[in-house]
């Protein structure tokens, strides 16, 4: 039984997450009406800003003739691919870097300068390598994520209490056990945190690929909303992204707990 005390602190708990929920749906609600009434009292140009009105209308119109679903998922199973790819490669290459310092102090610099490189500049080598098609935007997606995901994982394995790794040591612990009972442990947080990074920088970089080579896809609506002048269609694009990326961002979070427990 919990003590009367305790039952206080779960109420202010749960009061607390609905307090966040309802706020953060509050705030949607909020803009969305601002947005409509702004456009209802001619504040903004709908030409170029659209209406939450038109873009429904717009999903609606792209659901009727079918090529909505079709869009989505183009987009949602190229992201899907990347992430866990570029989950996999940057985790696996962090961990080969931690186990071997003289290879991470050689691949340092390289790493950095990687990172800082313009993606969208490879575009039409990755176009010529991998092909105008769905490989090439999940390779595009992989250039923009996986050194980030290499970084920010090699760094937080980095960080892993020094004083823990001596007494692993005195005990005649191995790399492995190190690894696996302190290391990866320790820093589940940073991991979690590295995958919501993750998931934006894959969007992006699918985004970035389907403005080049796609000829299905949420980017592929955006990019050919622009070249028709129907930003009715462009909004509505970025609208499905937001979504989307939002539904990953949750899914995650249902990860992270499911992992916690």
């Known amino acids: 039984m919990y003590s009367d005390e305790h039952k206080r602190y779960l109420k202010r708990i749960k009061l607390r997450k609905f307090l966040v929920r309802f706020t953060q749906i509050f705030i949607i609600i909020l803009l969305i009406g601002i947005w409509q009434m702004a456009a209802d009292l001619n504040i903004i140009n709908t030409f170029i800003y659209s209406s939450p009105k038109a873009i429904l209308n717009t999903i609606i119109s792209l659901y009727n003739d079918g090529s909505l679903l079709h869009h989505i998922w183009v987009t949602l199973y190229e992201v899907l691919v990347s992430f866990i790819i570029g989950t996999i490669i940057g985790i696996f290459i962090a961990t080969l870097l931690w186990r071997f310092k003289f290879l991470a102090k050689v691949m340092d610099p390289y790493l950095t300068v990687l990172n800082s490189l313009p993606k969208v500049s490879l575009g039409p080598i990755i176009i ?26 090699h760094n937080a394995f980095m960080s892993t209490d020094s004083n823990k790794i001596r007494l692993l040591k005195s005990f005649k612990a191995t790399n492995r056990q190190m690894f696996f009972k302190l290391v990866l442990p320790s820093n589940f947080n940073n991991i979690i945190s590295a995958f919501k990074v993750n998931i934006g920088l894959v969007f992006i970089g699918v985004i970035m690929g389907e403005f080049l080579v796609s000829k299905a896809g949420v980017g592929y609506l955006i990019m050919y909303g622009s070249q028709i002048f129907n930003l009715n269609l462009v909004m509505t694009g970025i609208i499905l992204l937001a979504i989307m990326a939002s539904l990953m961002y949750y899914l995650i979070l249902f990860i992270e707990k499911r992992l916690s427990k």
């Open 128 to 153: 010529i390598i991998a092909g105008a098609g769905t490989g090439s935007i999940i390779v595009m997606a992989l250039f923009i994520s996986v050194i980030v995901t290499i970084i920010n994982v």
